[in-house]
């Protein structure tokens, strides 16, 4: 049983929507950073920050595969009952009509909603196997050009926005010296370019 200051931390981690999903997403499988991104419509600085948060209140966990990349699961999952209890003494006031009027205005409300729901899905799933595709796509030609995979790891990361080599090491999971290295062949092919601190991807006509 948690006591009430540990209740209430977690109910600052629930308090955040995006939390919320992440949680949801990771109850049907382990995710890597760039797939929470993708599928929440995150950028991975965001998801990143949550999942350290979580981490630290020993939400989640994380192991790595055979590249190396942090694969992050639920390690507690979190079930909250809440219960609303009126006072004894309140008034109830009966408003069959008018409750019945938003009832129904509830109902057709709800129907759009999921209707809209119904077509942000069937898009939502044509976008993944169109992003998919392309990442497949990306690894085949990126194995002819680059010839080793944490270049084409430190691509696709930084397909999704500006990173900073410390970013690409926590989001990759790759070493800072395996990073280092990556990015400076990245430079020389003209594939990535050095932008302060940041690392962003050259347009098409490079050079």
Partial sequence: MLDQVEVARILDILGNRNRR????????????VTEISDR???SPKAVIEHLQMMEREEILSFRLDERRRKYYFLAHDINVMVTLEKHANE??????????????????????????RDDMVRNL????????????????????????????????????CPLSADEIHELTGLSRELVSESLRRLEERQVV???????TLCGTHAG
Avoid: W
């Fill in 125 to 160: 799933k044509n976008l993944d196997n169109d992003i998919e595709n392309r990442i497949k796509e990306i690894i085949g030609r990126g194995r002819e050009i680059l010839a080793d995979d944490a270049s084409i790891d430190i691509s696709i990361a930084l397909a999704h």
């Fill in 40 to 42: 929440l419509v995150l």
């Fill in 91 to 116: 008034d109830v006031v009966d408003n069959g009509s008018d409750n019945l009027i938003r009832f129904r205005h509830s109902l057709q409300t709800l129907q759009k909603l999921l209707d809209a």
């Fill in 21 to 32: 999903r992440i949680i949801e997403l990771l109850r049907q499988k382990p995710c890597f």
């Fill in 193 to 199: 370019k050095n932008e302060g601190k940041m690392y």
